[in-house]
């Protein structure tokens, strides 16, 4: 953090299971700069309300997982974005924004997915500040496995779904995982990409460290110019 500067950004792109969260987490550990750290995780399971999430009773409002295929109602879901989902998801990249514009670093791991317009708000919103767009991209079945021996460590809404909170969960998250691999990783704008299944967290945070010392990236400044501000 210097005085009169806005802070560094990091954002860490990928899916759950690529490792982005533990990344974030090691990198702030590992400096001796003040770093701020936050994440779509911390965003979705403690600020965003939950009733408005895709579990919850008022999903059409704001986040809302639907049938990927309207004739296959068991199949494949997608994320569509209602009012409040776009607020919400708006507000939280002014925050990233304000933190920089304040003079704190911050590392971010997060979802950004093209449709709904995730990373098309992020890049408009950060416009003339430092930002690192880092990408982490294992293959899709390393991060099935990953996925499938991970503990549901989560909150579980259970006072919205029922006793079944957990089996409805997983089946809905199941169901979503191959949208959120193709969508998210459709974008191939980034700063930096590295296949976590390859490289061991500690090299992941080197080689962004690394990256770090060449200077500002460029990957917000090409999205903004391939996704013009409407």
Not at 27 to 53: E, M, R, V
Not at 131 to 144: H, M
Request: glycine residues 8%; proline residues 7%; aromatic residues 10%.
């Amino acid at each position: 953090m210097t005085n009169g500067k806005p802070g560094q950004i990091i954002i860490l792109n990928g899916t759950s299971g690529s490792g982005k969260s533990s990344t974030a987490e090691l990198f702030a550990q590992n400096s001796d700069d003040f770093w701020l750290l936050y994440g779509i995780d911390h965003f979705l399971a403690n600020t965003y309300p939950a009733k408005f999430g895709h579990h919850g009773p008022r999903s059409a409002d704001g986040i809302f997982a639907h049938p990927l295929d309207p004739n296959d109602p068991q199949g494949m879901l997608r994320w569509s974005f209602g009012e409040y989902g776009t607020k919400a998801f708006g507000l939280m990249h002014d925050w990233i924004a304000a933190a920089s514009r304040a003079g704190c670093n911050i590392v971010f791991d997060h979802l950004l997915m093209t449709d709904p317009p995730v990373i098309q708000d992020l890049a408009n919103k950060l416009e003339g500040l430092p930002a690192l767009l880092v990408t982490l991209k294992p293959p899709f079945e390393v991060l099935e496995r990953r996925v499938a021996e991970r503990a549901m460590d989560k909150k579980i809404p259970v006072e919205i779904l029922g006793e079944d909170a957990a089996k409805i969960i997983i089946d809905r998250l199941t169901r979503l995982r191959p949208f959120y691999y193709d969508e998210i990783y459709r974008n191939e704008i980034c700063d930096l990409e590295i296949d976590s299944d390859t490289h061991s967290l500690g090299e992941v945070v080197a080689q962004i460290e690394e990256r770090l010392t060449e200077g500002p990236g460029t990957a917000f400044d090409r999205l903004r110019a391939k996704f013009p501000h409407q």
